[in-house]
């Protein structure tokens, strides 16, 4: 079992920057790949960004490719989300996910947290 809790959302203006960060506890954090993903309201939860056990692969969606940065810190049992440049359409609530391997697919996370609300003002 993994239970992963969410920090670092909030309210900021278009142009600027948050950092995400989800804490992973229980089972050894470096034995999953994480990701983030978002749901605004109305939508469906769609992927934003994922990384490796080791974190020597990452992949990201195209809509924040260049502007977001996932990484990780197994001694810490973290990952972050380092959100830049963002944008009103930027705004959700974001989840991190644990899984066996890094994928798109929401289905394929076993863990999720209870989520961090971003709210980018125009």
């Known amino acids: 079992q993994v239970q992963l809790v969410e920090s670092g959302g909030g309210l900021v203006q278009a142009g600027g920057s948050l950092r995400l960060s989800c804490v992973a506890s229980?089972?050894?954090?470096?034995?999953?790949?994480m990701g983030w993903f978002r749901q605004a309201p109305g939508k469906e939860r769609e992927f934003v960004a994922a990384?490796?056990?080791?974190?020597?692969?990452?992949d990201y969606a195209d809509s924040v490719r260049g502007r977001f940065t996932i990484s990780r810190d197994n001694a810490k049992n973290t990952v972050y989300l380092q959100m830049n440049s963002l944008k009103p359409e930027d705004t959700a609530v974001y989840y991190c996910?644990?899984?066996?391997?890094?994928?798109?697919?929401?289905?394929?996370?076993?863990?999720w947290g209870q989520g961090a609300q971003v709210t980018i003002s125009s």
């Open positions: 229980g089972r050894t954090f470096s034995s999953n790949a």
């Open positions: 996910a644990a899984g066996y391997s890094i994928t798109y697919y929401s289905n394929r996370y076993n863990y």
């Open positions: 990384i490796t056990r080791s974190g020597g692969r990452t």
